[in-house]
């Protein structure tokens, strides 16, 4: 039985003047501008607990009807790194061989990516999260939840920017299909993997592709009605 609506305070957000809100929204566009995705990781290693509170953040995101329908599989051991880097890797050998058709790969060509993917073993944190079909807010409940696929990308979205915020490089890995995750993490076949979120510091003389600093105007995406 669903618990009764409870209303409480809004938990309330600075008043901030007009000027100040324009200055703080330009400042937070010119920081998240910077991340970058990165595919040259270093190996130093990152503490916990940075990552415990970047997925702690990402929990926060907003779901259907609150079921916060994730899972976050948190991946540090050399040997489990390992054999999600082989099974990947596999994947993207049938991938760049022709199964991902020519407009794909020449739409990836400027990237300068390929099927090798070293960073999924050097990087010290991967981050392999799940959609649940079902779940529910309580632990052990087996209820329908509603709105996975937007309530994850959205959770993913605030979990990148809480480890960019922690000054750590990312990149988002989805090989094709995934569904080797579930067996790699131990998940049950009712979740899907959506993404693997690579996490470190970047290695020195780490560089990106200039494709990836061409980013659409403001005009191209936006319109006021």
Known sequence: MSAPYEP?????????????????????AEHVARRRTCRFFSDEPV??????QAVLAAGTAPSGANHQPWHFAIIS??????????????????FYAGKAGSEWLEALAPLGTDAVKPYLE????????????????????DKQNYYVTESVGIACGILLLAL???????LTH????????????G???????????????????????AHALVKKPLEAIASWI
């Open 8 to 28: 409480l305070p809004w938990p309330g957000l600075p008043d901030y003047a007009p000027d100040e809100m324009i200055v703080r929204a330009r400042a937070f």
């Open 77 to 94: 051991s050399p040997e489990a790194k390992r054999a999600i880097r082989a099974a990947a890797e596999q994947e993207e050998q049938a």
């Open 47 to 52: 503490p916990r607990e940075v990552i415990e």
């Open 122 to 141: 050097t990087a010290p944190w991967s981050i392999v999260v799940f959609g649940q079909r079902r779940g529910g807010i309580h632990a052990g409940d």
């Open 187 to 209: 998940r049950p076949a009712t979740e899907k993997p959506v993404m693997v979120i690579v996490t470190g510091k970047p290695a020195p003389g780490a560089t990106v592709p």
């Open 164 to 170: 960019h915020e922690a000054g750590l490089a990312t």
């Open 174 to 185: 989805t090989p094709n299909p995934m569904r080797f995750l579930n067996r790699l993490c």
